[in-house]
């Protein structure tokens, strides 16, 4: 079933579908497993381009050669500019370290080297949208509608549990992205909708 917001159409299991991250166990997996980088705009790539110096030295040698070689992003093979990677799989831009959350201390863990910079206070622009919105994905139609996707990823299995456990619906956990993304007037229609689902116990 799809859902019909302003002139964006919404995939129920955005709605219906639980979803938490779990950087415990996880440690960040989806940014260096897969065939392809993060989907950027040609705006997002300006701000890559820009405060790529802030994060320089936060990227591994070979994140660093891929840069000097091809760029920060490329054209895949279905036509959409993405963020270069290391090895056929990792984003250039990620950084590890040790990370203290709520459920304890992730040793190790697999970080946006932007998103880090950004929330340390070094730069004001922290990553494409792409990023923080998956696990949802979007899509310009060729009528110039916008789709929204779940994209299932078996990385992503322990985000779900957590999730169910929390009972936190896929659109809740990402309200601060999708109000990036879409303004804060869409995302209330959105859980207007939303909540007339669940009255309905639509699944």
Do not use: H
């Not at 790529?52 to 660093?64: F, R």
């Not at 984003?91 to 190790?108: A, I, K, R, S, W």
């Amino acid at each position: 079933m799809i859902i019909e917001i302003g002139d964006t159409l919404v995939s129920m299991d955005i709605i219906t579908e639980r979803f938490c991250c779990d950087l415990a166990k996880c440690k960040g997996r989806c940014c260096v497993e897969g065939d392809a980088g993060a989907p950027v705009t040609l705006d997002e790539m300006v701000q890559i381009e820009d405060n790529l110096d802030a994060v320089w030295g936060d990227l591994s040698a070979s994140a660093q050669s891929v840069i000097d070689a091809q760029g920060v992003a490329y054209t895949d093979v279905e036509g959409e500019l993405v963020t270069s990677i290391v090895n056929g799989k990792d984003c250039v831009f990620t950084c590890y370290q040790n990370l203290d959350t709520p459920d304890g201390m992730v040793e190790n863990c697999c970080l946006c080297a932007y998103e880090r910079a950004y929330r340390s206070g070094k730069i004001k622009w922290c990553k494409p949208i792409s990023c923080a919105l998956y696990p949802i994905r979007v899509k310009t139609l060729r009528n110039g509608m916008t789709a929204l996707a779940y994209n299932r990823w078996d990385v992503c299995r322990d985000a779900v549990e957590k999730g169910r456990q929390l009972d936190m619906p896929l659109y809740r956990f990402l309200r601060e992205p999708l109000i990036n993304r879409f303004g804060e007037q869409w995302y209330q229609e959105l859980c207007s909708v939303a909540e007339e689902i669940e009255k309905q116990g639509i699944q």
